[in-house]
C-alpha cells in the first residue's frame, strides 16, 4: 500500500515572521490579495498587525471580514463575489480555522467555477486546478488550517458540517508568526490548544496512521503538553506562544494526510447544531472516546501517557493506557473545558439528532474501533 503526504510548498516559522510577506508576494509575482480576515481580530487590531505590513510595502488588498467563528456556505459564497469584485489574484487568509477555511472555499471556487455549488464540494471533490494562491496566517494554535488538505463549512440548509478534503486546497504558503496569537483570550487559548491536542492523538492512533505521521504526532503531543498551561495562564510568554504554534502545525501536517476519528465525527455535529465551538467539543469528547478505543490501542496510548510525561514504570498495558485518559482529562480540566455536554445547553433530547449527523461524518470511519449509533449514544450520554 503507498502512503502520500502533502505539505505547503514553502512556510515560514517564528516571531516577526509575517514581515516576510512583501517579498513572498514579490517572488510569487502577485499583484492584489484579497485579506480574509474576521470582524473580531479586525477590532482588537491583529489584523492590522499584517495589513500595516501591506501598507508599508504598497501592496493593494481589499478585506473581507463576512466570516462566522463555524463558517457558512453563505460566507463562502459571499466571499467569492468579493473575491472577483476585488480584481485580487491571491488570497491571505489571517485568522483561526474559520478564515482560513473560507480563505479555501473561495480559492477553490475561484479556479474550478464548475464548483460554484458549495455542497458539491463536500467529501472528496474532483476538482481539477489548484485554488487560488493563499498565503495562510494563523492567528491561534490549533486547527493547523495553515498546512491542511481539509475545510469544514456549515450547510445551512441541512444544519450540518461539510468536511471538505482536496489537495488542491492546500495554502501555498504558511506563515506562522506567534505574535499573531498573543491577543487569543485565555478561554481560545485553552479551547484551541486542545483541539491540536486532539488532532495529534486521533492522527497518531486512526487507522491510517503509519510510521512518518506517527514521528509527527508524537512531538506534536509532546510540545502540547508542555507548553498549552503556559500558554493559557501567561498569554504574551514568548516561549509558550512560539511552543503551540509549531506544536499545532507539527500535528496537521500528519493528521492532514492520514485522517482523524470518532472525536471528530462527534465534534462536527456539535457546532452545526448548537454552535459549540469545534476545540471545547473536542477538548469535552476525548477523554471518554479514549476509553472507548482503549482495547484496540493500548500499547500507542501507553506512548501517549510517557509522552505527556507520565512515569509508566510497573504499570500494566492496561493502567498506562488508562493513565494516557487520565493525563488529557487533567490537562483539559486545567485550562478550562467544560466536561458536560448540559454545561454546553445540549440536552438529553438532542442526543439523536447528534448522533445521526455523526455516524455519517466523514471522520468517523478513520476511529481505530469501528462504531455504531448505538456506541455514538452511548458515549454522548456518557458525557452528558
Not at 501591506?54 to 473575491?83: H, R, W
Not at 498551561?229 to 500528519?254: C, F, H, K, S, W
Not at 449509533?373 to 454522548?380: H, N
Amino acid at each position: 500500500m503507498s502512503q502520500r503526504f502533502i505539505l505547503n510548498e514553502q512556510s515560514y516559522f517564528g516571531a516577526g515572521a509575517r514581515k516576510e510577506l512583501p517579498a513572498i508576494l514579490a517572488r510569487m509575482g502577485l499583484h492584489k490579495a484579497l485579506v480574509c480576515s474576521d470582524k473580531g481580530l479586525i477590532k482588537v487590531g491583529t489584523t492590522a498587525k499584517v495589513t500595516e505590513i501591506l501598507d508599508a510595502a504598497s501592496f493593494p488588498y481589499e478585506v473581507y471580514s463576512e466570516i462566522k467563528p463555524n463558517p457558512t456556505v453563505t460566507n463562502v459564497k459571499q466571499g467569492i463575489e468579493a473575491f472577483k469584485a476585488s480584481g485580487a489574484d491571491c488570497l491571505i487568509a489571517i485568522g483561526g480555522g474559520s478564515s482560513m477555511d473560507t480563505a479555501k472555499g473561495i480559492g477553490i471556487v475561484a479556479n474550478n467555477p464548475e464548483f460554484a455549488d458549495i455542497v458539491s464540494l463536500e467529501g472528496c471533490a474532483p476538482t481539477q486546478n489548484k485554488s487560488v494562491p493563499i498565503i495562510a496566517l494563523p492567528t491561534t494554535a490549533g486547527t493547523g488550517a495553515e498546512v491542511t488538505i481539509n475545510y469544514v463549512i456549515i450547510d445551512e440548509v441541512r444544519q450540518a458540517k461539510m468536511v471538505c478534503v482536496d489537495p488542491n486546497d492546500i495554502p501555498a504558503v504558511a506563515i506562522v508568526d506567534p505574535e499573531l496569537m498573543y491577543s487569543l483570550p485565555k478561554s481560545l487559548t485553552a479551547a484551541t490548544g486542545m483541539d491540536a491536542l486532539t488532532h495529534a492523538i486521533e492522527g497518531y492512533i486512526t487507522k491510517g496512521a503509519w510510521v512518518m505521521s506517527d514521528m509527527y504526532e508524537l512531538q506534536a503531543i509532546k510540545m502540547i503538553a508542555e507548553n498549552l498551561p503556559l500558554a493559557v495562564d501567561e498569554p504574551t510568554n514568548p516561549a509558550g506562544r512560539e511552543g503551540m504554534a509549531l506544536a499545532q502545525y507539527i500535528a496537521a501536517q500528519a493528521f492532514s494526510n492520514v485522517g482523524l476519528g470518532l472525536v471528530h465525527g462527534m465534534a462536527h455535529p456539535m457546532g452545526a447544531l448548537h454552535d459549540i465551538p469545534h476545540g471545547v467539543a473536542n477538548a469535552l469528547l476525548l477523554p471518554t472516546i479514549m476509553e472507548f478505543n482503549m482495547p484496540v490501542c493500548i500499547e500507542k496510548f501507553g506512548v501517549i501517557a510517557r509522552t505527556m510525561g507520565v512515569n509508566t514504570d510497573g504499570m500494566t498495558l492496561a493502567e498506562a493506557a488508562q493513565a494516557a485518559v487520565e493525563a488529557v482529562r487533567a490537562l483539559a480540566i486545567r485550562v478550562g473545558i467544560p466536561q458536560h455536554l448540559s454545561e454546553l445547553g445540549i440536552t438529553e433530547k438532542d442526543i439523536p439528532a447528534l448522533a445521526e449527523q455523526a455516524i455519517r461524518d466523514v471522520c468517523t470511519p478513520g476511529n481505530p474501533r469501528d462504531v455504531n449509533m448505538e456506541d455514538i449514544i452511548r458515549l454522548y450520554t456518557a458525557v452528558l
